[in-house]
């Protein structure tokens, strides 16, 4: 299909197009219009959707890759490559999703790869206790102060699955705090009030979730500490701990108060719960250390995933020694995995991990991500349109509202259909971008200076047009 985009270079006195800025001069003023093709041919695409739709609940795997909040077909990948995607019509795009987060070193990064395809000839799954888990263990030990041991799951879920239980066999208390739109896996317990696809596709709380498992699930407001105390009052003794995105990427992006966390922290400790960080998403994506060694504080318990696997299917709960020991076979909190620690997934998070370690890493991400985000930020401000946003190190994010976003209830006064309008123009100019308002976006090491440059650039121009 070719689009055609507008880029308007004066007007007519007394007129303006919306979102532009004014042209200052003489009443007089001619209209210029200068028109720029845009080539987007998705045939392909559309056939593979089509009869995936046939095949599977909306013809995906996962809900938010359907696209129903940004409108139009999702494109069908073929290959991806550092910092680039291509669908099966060929079309390339920068890509800013990065698999949700793992492909932090880049697509299909040659050591990685190099290092599965060795560890591949031994087996791809023992079933059986493996030497590379340990390796695995001790390198996420070493860099997270708060962990003395940990778990191998298959997914972030699982991990989350896994931390709620220990949360209450440790405790001996059934409730659990989390926080609205923060989204932990699609476990009954953490289907309240959820983030992610759940807020993507405008879904109540899942049905099917019972309300047993609803009425032990509490939830605050995020960056609110007295949300959180009030619940502690109403439910005295009874609540497990705390659980939290440290950085809430489910929602779009939004960054915690200093003073929030670290209330946070006190509080449970009076309490007598946990405080458990779920850094799925943001554990070695915003430091080598997490979030927890980025904003210094030491939770409980942690959940990790993505960054750790490389791009295979991986989770962890982790944390301190007398908590982890109540995990079976060490104590009586059962948990298991048939796949859980397989080689593939503990050799590609190794060979990631080896690369993330390298000093100036974050330092690079933080530079690359920073141009990009005020390079957006300034375009859309410059055409007039209200749009907030920022990053931390590799993860970054954006609302089109005015701000600030400090918890879900503001996310909420974004303009999503003008996302949407935003998000099919950007994929037009060869930009791939998370197809909801409400996730976060993610940079890698092979994003280069002409990868944010164009997209700075399709930016300027969809933000003229909408």
């Not at 879920?157 to 923060?182: D, H, N, P, S």
Request: glycine share 12%; aromatic share 8%.
């Amino acid at each position: 299909m070719i689009y055609a985009s507008a880029i308007v270079l004066g007007f007519l006195a007394g007129s303006q197009l919306p979102g532009a800025p004014v042209m200052r001069g003489s009443s007089a003023t001619t209209v210029v219009m200068q028109t720029t093709a845009v080539k987007h041919d998705t045939t392909k695409s559309d056939e593979i959707m089509a009869e995936a739709m046939t095949l599977m609940p909306g013809g995906v795997s996962s809900p938010v890759r359907a696209f129903k909040s940004v409108g139009g077909g999702p494109v069908v990948f073929d290959r991806v490559k550092g910092s680039k995607a291509y669908d099966v019509d060929g079309n390339e795009y920068v890509d800013y999703v990065g698999t949700w987060g793992p492909a932090i070193v880049g697509h299909a990064d040659d050591t990685v790869l190099a290092g599965v395809t060795e560890t591949m000839q031994k087996g791809t799954s023992f079933g059986a206790p493996c030497a590379l888990e340990n390796e695995l263990a001790k390198m996420v030990i070493d860099a997270v102060p708060s962990v003395d041991m940990v778990r191998f799951t298959n997914s972030g879920t699982e991990a989350c699955m896994g931390v709620l239980r220990l949360m209450r066999a440790y405790t001996g208390r059934e409730k659990v705090i989390k926080f609205e739109g923060c989204y932990h896996g699609h476990a009954d317990s953490f289907l309240v009030a959820a983030g992610s696809g759940v807020i993507t596709l405008g879904l109540p709380d899942s049905p099917g979730v019972t309300k047993g498992a609803a009425d032990s699930t509490l939830v605050a407001k995020y960056n609110d500490l007295e949300s959180v105390k009030k619940l502690f009052e109403a439910n005295k003794d009874e609540i497990s701990g705390v659980i939290l995105e440290p950085v809430v990427g489910n929602s779009g992006f939004i960054v915690p108060d200093q003073a929030f966390l670290e209330g946070l922290r006190e509080l449970t400790k009076q309490e007598g719960a946990l405080l458990v960080f779920d850094e799925v998403m943001t554990g070695f994506r915003i430091s080598y250390g997490g979030a927890q060694k980025y904003f210094g504080i030491e939770p409980d318990l942690s959940t990790f995933g993505k960054v750790i696997g490389g791009g295979l299917p991986v989770g962890a709960y982790a944390g301190k020694r007398e908590i982890m020991e109540n995990v079976a076979p060490a104590g009586s909190m059962y948990q298991a995995g048939t796949l859980s620690g397989n080689p593939l997934a503990m050799r590609a998070g190794i060979e990631t991990m080896k690369i993330l370690s390298q000093p100036g890493t974050y330092e690079q991400l933080d530079e690359k991500t920073g141009k990009l985000i005020n390079g957006i930020l300034d375009a859309a401000k410059e055409a007039g349109h209200a749009v907030c946003g920022g990053h931390i190190s590799g993860m970054f994010g954006f609302f089109f509202c005015e701000g600030p976003v400090k918890s879900f209830s503001d996310a909420t006064a974004s303009d999503t259909a003008k996302f949407a309008k935003w998000h099919r123009g950007m994929l037009e100019r060869g930009v791939y971008l998370a197809p909801s308002q409400y996730e976060a976006g993610f940079m890698s090491l092979a994003h280069t200076d002409a990868d944010i440059e164009k997209t700075i650039a399709a930016a300027k121009e969809v933000f003229a047009i909408i």
